[in-house]
């Protein structure tokens, strides 16, 4: 299937998946769900028509989602692989406001979708639902941008569409270089990671921790490496797909903390190449779930 055709059923899914919470049609929801479709949200997986509009609806009880808006960032796609970053702002039932900003990566198969995985921070949503986290805010949605019911992710899709040129050649060095970048970092492998990296790269995890220019992400890196026993440290790397000058590397990275605590965890790694080097990178993954092994 064709990245256009794609990002077409994506678009659908999405709509159709957050209509279900805010006007519990869940029929909807799973006429455009594949038989055996699955559902992962950061690292819990659901199987399969049934537990996924379960999942769904429980959702939809924590959250009251006509008050709630999306705002589609970026979209990258390949094949019938497709990636949406977006910013997300929902109420929860004790009338707080929660923003987060999840990566969403489906595959699609026979027009319907076929896997979904999204990245989020659980701890950091349940922190702020509950009013003991920082990702609790005003909302900043531009006027005009909600939609029937107050729930929209529509603002913004066709702007958010990579559309910078890339020859043949280019992508596949970008993916290479995306993908030693990744594999030297869960490493340690740190002078090929420096190398990598344009000397104003930036590398981003969540909505405010930003790290800027080769030598801060270099230290980070090194600081974050220290928590683990670099010897245990194995990373799979299980999807990858590019468009334009953007690459996504999803993989699982497992490892035992310096503690001795086993640590597993699922990253999408979004990365934006220019000159045959790393741009910038945006790294998602559970951090609550990280902090809790290696840092608490």
């Known amino acids: 299937m064709g990245t256009d055709a794609s990002k077409v059923i994506v678009r659908n899914y999405l709509e159709t998946w957050i209509g279900a919470m805010v006007t519990g049609d869940y029929d909807a929801l799973e006429s455009v769900l594949a038989d055996d479709s699955t559902l992962c949200i950061a690292g819990l997986f659901y199987d399969g028509k049934e537990a996924i509009v379960k999942r769904t609806e429980f959702t939809g009880t924590n959250y009251d989602m006509t008050a709630g808006v999306y705002q589609v960032l970026r979209v990258v796609a390949e094949g019938d692989m497709v990636v949406v970053e977006l910013r997300s702002e929902m109420l929860s039932r004790e009338g707080r406001r929660v923003c987060n900003y999840p990566v969403h990566v489906i595959d699609v198969n026979g027009g319907k979708m076929q896997a979904h995985r999204e990245y989020v921070d659980r701890r950091a949503i349940e922190d702020a639902r509950l009013g003991r986290g920082s990702s609790v805010g005003p909302t900043g949605v531009a006027e005009g941008a909600r939609g029937a019911r107050g729930t929209t992710i529509v603002w913004g899709f066709e702007e958010a569409t990579i559309n910078v040129d890339a020859s043949p050649t280019e992508i596949k060095e970008n993916r290479e270089t995306a993908l030693s970048f990744i594999e030297a970092h869960a490493q340690g492998d740190w002078q090929l990671v420096e190398s990598a990296l344009a000397d104003d790269a930036t590398w981003q995890m969540g909505e405010s921790t930003v790290y800027r220019g080769r030598e801060q992400i270099s230290a980070v890196s090194r600081q974050e490496a220290s928590l683990l026993d670099m010897t245990s440290v194995s990373s799979e790397i299980r999807h990858i ?31 934006e190449m220019k000159n045959g080097k790393v741009q910038a990178w945006r790294e998602y993954f559970d951090r609550g779930l990280a902090k809790k092994v290696l840092e608490d």
Request: glycine share 10%.
């Open 241 to 271: 797909a590019g468009e334009g000058n953007m690459v996504v590397v999803e993989t699982t990275l497992r490892a035992t903390s310096v503690k001795g605590k086993p640590y597993e965890n699922l990253y999408a790694n979004i990365l």
